[in-house]
């Protein structure tokens, strides 16, 4: 299992959001700690990626 981080900046915006969208990304979120490159994902050449809400 992995652990996933997010930034001060993303997790502010993250609970800016409704309760039922929120709980959708956690969802995501929590099952790309389990599986990093779930089917249907393609792996990236670069190793770092990171997501941010603008």
Do not use: H, S
């Not at 800016?16 to 779930?38: G, H, M, Q, W, Y």
């Amino acid at each position: 299992m992995y652990q996933v981080e997010l930034t001060k900046g993303a997790l502010k915006q993250l609970n800016k959001l409704p309760k039922n969208i929120k709980e959708r990304i956690d969802a995501k979120i929590l099952d790309l700690a389990i599986e990093t490159r779930p089917n249907g994902v393609k792996k990236f050449k670069v190793m770092t990626i990171l997501i941010g809400f603008e």
